[in-house]
């Protein structure tokens, strides 16, 4: 399964807790889009975010907390499933690169 950066984000996010809100994720878009002029609207910024927690439940990386209505999930917690600690284990050691030693 191919990760996007904000999914990526989601998973390091969910490591650092044991359970996360969806509003804790907004950060992303506030340090990533920080020197540009465009700024997405709110509403814009939780759908983008609802669909990839969407998408990472349904790849069973996480496990979602909340409601379900007829039409959508209303999240109100995320917690990572034991696949999805082992991914964002691989993602936090690929980020952190090795000293090349002469």
Not at 31 to 47: E, F, P, Y
């Amino acid at each position: 399964m191919r990760l996007s950066k904000l999914q990526k984000f989601i998973l390091e996010k969910c490591h650092n807790f044991k359970a996360s809100s969806p509003a804790e994720f907004y950060d992303f878009y506030l340090s990533a889009r920080a020197g540009k002029k465009a700024v997405k609207s709110k509403k814009l910024i939780q759908d983008i975010i609802r669909k990839s927690l969407d998408s990472l439940v349904a790849g069973d990386l996480l496990t979602a907390i909340g409601k379900k209505t007829a039409k959508k999930w209303f999240i109100h917690k995320v917690k990572l499933t034991n696949i999805g600690k082992k991914i964002a284990n691989l993602i936090i050691k690929n980020r952190q690169r090795k000293l090349p030693i002469k």
